[in-house]
């Protein structure tokens, strides 16, 4: 299992969005430090997660929400 997530940092007001295998070890991650950009936001929380049976569709749903370079469609996605 893969999954898309967003995460969101209330100390930055900014979101933001990726692909993983293993969700929990990569939030730890973002809120260890380990990050050069998530860094600066830290504590961050996940607002959003789909899931994708492969690794190829979690990082083509990422890139594609990357794409669309929108807060409002990032924030109309998780008010879904």
């Not at 899931?51 to 929400?65: N, R």
Request: charged share 25%.
């Amino acid at each position: 299992m893969f999954v898309t997530y967003i995460l969101f940092s209330q100390k930055c007001d900014c979101y933001y969005v990726g692909s993983t295998s293993n969700l929990v070890d990569r939030l730890n991650r973002h809120n260890g430090g380990r990050s050069t950009f998530t860094k600066r936001g830290i504590p961050w929380v996940v607002v959003y997660q789909k899931e994708y049976a492969t690794k190829s569709e979690a990082y083509q749903a990422e890139l594609y929400i990357k794409s669309q370079k929108s807060r409002k469609y990032i924030e109309e996605l998780i008010a879904k």
